[in-house]
């Protein structure tokens, strides 16, 4: 079973920067996987942000692309969101996902690593806040 524990998050101004943090536990040596973040706002779907494939391309949300960079610690299983020029609309909770995918999709359900539904393993979620 594959555990998530999330961790950065907080306050800031608008155009500050934030590094929030996910560290999975229970993915065998050299399995793939993509994982990456989520956001919901009140009265709001969950949607991503930006998601790590182990083997494939990385996605960013149109919202966030130039300003939000995920990678991977080369030696463990974290995956790290670098968050630079944050706005306001940035703001919510934002919940670590992963998922066994190939290129992109998710083995559980053929989706896409994008779409929140194929994903079974939840981080427990940490606020983001940007005020203007």
């Known amino acids: 079973q594959v555990q998530l524990v999330e961790s950065g998050g907080g306050s800031v101004e608008a155009g500050g920067s934030l590094t929030l943090s996910c560290a999975a536990s229970?993915?065998?040596?050299?399995?793939?996987?993509?994982m990456g973040w989520f956001r919901q706002t009140s009265g709001k779907e969950r949607e991503g942000v930006a998601i790590?494939?182990?083997?494939?391309?990385?996605v960013y949300a149109d919202s966030v692309k130039g300003r939000f960079t995920i990678s991977k610690d080369k030696n463990t299983d974290t995956v790290y969101l670098q968050m630079n020029n944050l706005k306001p609309e940035d703001s919510g909770m934002y919940y670590c996902?992963?998922?066994?995918?190939?290129?992109?999709?998710?083995?559980?359900?053929?989706?896409?690593?994008?779409?929140?539904?194929?994903?079974?393993?939840w981080g427990q979620g940490t606020q983001v806040t940007v005020s203007s």
């Open positions: 996902a992963s998922e066994r995918c190939d290129n992109g999709i998710l083995r559980t359900n053929g989706g896409s690593s994008f779409e929140p539904g194929g994903y079974r393993n």
């Open positions: 229970g993915y065998r040596y050299n399995q793939h996987y993509c």
């Open positions: 790590y494939d182990t083997v494939g391309t990385n």
